[in-house]
Each structure stands twice: as structure tokens, then as C-alpha cells.
């Protein structure tokens, strides 16, 4: 307890010097920006003298004024259980579907039953070399092996809404792409 406090002194001394240092400073800053020893320009000798609140007061109050009411969230949670850990988590886009104006007889049928299609996929991928893809409601949408010998170390996902690919490379150097089909599943009522 003794050599804790004692360096607690010390730290403390220190943080005075410090201080102590700093004051030195600005005040030969003050005093050469008085006597026009500084080649400043006007502005800057204004800004150097212009009476301002100390930073910590700002950071302070900052800290005091909300800026946002918890109402203003929304939080919603899913956990996606995995045997495995995940090494590698990326975000597929998907293409925002529009329904479509046609009156056919197909389209009517389709008008008769709800389509379910996410706006994204969550692709999860593990060192044993399987991905899985997510709803974001956390529904299990496929699980595929990635057909590497070696533990995945890296996944990539391709940012274009109109091909979806990932990229897996293992330890050994291997990279192997997988084309991800997304269609839309429709479930009657």
C-alpha cells in the first residue's frame, strides 16, 4: 500500500510539473503577443486574447444536455446460434423489389399470397469452412461448406446489388467463390 501511494505522489508531482510548465509557456505566449515580439497577424492576437470558456466547462456541459431522448431509438435484438464461432461477418444487399402493375392472371395469384423478401443477408462464415446466411430476423436462410481443406481466414462480399458473391480464402492461399442466388419465397395464406 505504501509503494502505491508513493507512486500515486509521484504521478501527482509529475502531472504538477506539467502544469507548472505549461503556465510558463502561456504566459511568455501572453507576454510576447503584448509586447508584439510574434510576428502575428491581427487576427491570431485576437484569437489569443479573446476571453473563452476553459474546454473542460464545454466537455462538461455537453455531458449535462441530452441530445436525444431515448424514445428516439429503436432497439431491437436476434441471436443467430452457431455451433461454431463466426470468424468472418459481412452484410449481402439485396435488390429492393417493386411490385410489380400488371393485372395478368399469374399476377393475380401472386397478389393472393404474401412475399417475404429481405432488404439484406447476413453471411456468417466459420474457421471449419462453413458460411450461413441470415434473415435479419435471425432466420437460418441456407449453410453451405465454403470446400476449403484449410481453417477460412477471410470473407468478402460483393457490393453490387445485381450479382451476390462471396469470396472465402483459407490459410493456404485458396480463394473460392460462391454465387449466392436470392429469390423471393412466397408463402401462401
Partial sequence: QVD???????ELK??????EDRMSLLKELQGATDTGKLPLSEAQVRALKEDLPL?????????RTPVAAAEDYLVSKTVMPLEEAATHVEWILLKNQRPTGSTSSSSSSAAS???TTPSCILAAAQADGNVRLFSPTGELLLSFAAGHDQPLVQMAVSPTHEEHLIATGDTGGSIRLHKVTVRQRRMTK
Fill in 4 to 10: 502505491l501511494i508513493t507512486q500515486e505522489m509521484d
Fill in 14 to 19: 509529475t502531472l504538477l510539473k506539467l502544469g
Fill in 55 to 63: 474546454l473542460s466547462e464545454i466537455a462538461s456541459e455537453g455531458e
Fill in 113 to 115: 399470397a404474401q412475399s
